[in-house]
T-cell receptor, first 110, second 114 residues
Framework: EDQVTQSPEALRLQEGESSSLNCSYTVSGLRGLFWYRQDPGKGPEFLFTLYSAGEEKEKERLKATLTKKESFLHITAPKPEDSATYLCAVQEGSGYALNFGKGTSLLVTP | DVKVTQSSRYLVKRTGEKVFLECVQDMDHENMFWYRQDPGLGLRLIYFSYDVKMKEKGDIPEGYSVSREKKERFSLILESASTNQTSMYLC?????????????FGPGTRLTVL
């Protein structure tokens, strides 16, 4: 059973059409939840770390929020350059490693 | 800025060859990781290292080994490459075990095994 589930798998938006990506997790003892952006053929690029329920972080058109069971990545008035795959990952307990979801592929059309 | 570099962007090898993938980070990070990324499966952890000469198996270590002789360098070794090891390989590093820290990724190596 996946510990990290992202939805939707793919999302197509018109430029300026705001939306949210979801990341639900079932780990116990969450140490941190991470959001990454990945462009085709490249390594993931770090966006945000969230540590506790209620926390929010923003960067340009992106805002990440965290509850006890899920995280949302809100995209406000997206532009075509926001097109990418967005990955969510969790770090739990005393572990070093990140457990990744399968990602949401976002396409923003002009 | 943290920089993680990988020795090759693209690599083509034959079945049975021994393959070395190298990763170097320039920010004195303690932890280094090797992942593979496949369509529909996401990123899966192969091995990680939390100190020089220390290593731990990840979720899918079979068919792989690693080496960390220097703090900045972490190598992934495919002892005898097989076609099911065709994949994108990603190296990452992070600062300290004690700290919840983001991992910084390299650009990836796309390996094809024929």
């Amino acid at each position: 059973e996946d510990q990290v589930t992202q939805s939707p798998e793919a999302l197509r938006l018109q430029e300026g059409e705001s939306s949210s990506l979801n990341c639900s997790y079932t780990v116990s003892g969450l140490r941190g939840l991470f959001w990454y952006r990945q462009d085709p053929g490249k390594g993931p690029e770090f966006l945000f770390t969230l540590y506790s329920a209620g926390e929010e972080k923003e960067k340009e058109r992106l805002k990440a929020t965290l509850t006890k069971k899920e995280s949302f990545l809100h995209i406000t008035a997206p532009k075509p350059e926001d097109s990418a795959t967005y990955l969510c990952a969790v770090q739990e307990g005393s572990g070093y490693a990140l457990n990744f979801g399968k990602g949401t592929s976002l396409l923003v059309t002009p | 800025d943290v920089k993680v570099t990988q020795s090759s962007r693209y690599l083509v090898k034959r079945t049975g060859e021994k393959v070395f993938l190298e990763c170097v980070q320039d920010m004195d990070h303690e932890n280094m990781f090797w992942y593979r990324q496949d369509p529909g499966l996401g990123l899966r952890l192969i091995y990680f290292s939390y100190d020089v000469k220390m290593k731990e198996k990840g979720d899918i270590p079979e068919g792989y080994s690693v080496s960390r002789e220097k703090k900045e360098r972490f190598s992934l070794i495919l002892e005898s490459a097989s076609t099911n090891q065709t994949s994108m390989y990603l190296c990452a590093s992070s600062l300290l075990y004690e700290k919840v820290d983001e991992q910084f990724f390299g650009p990836g190596t796309r390996l094809t095994v024929l």
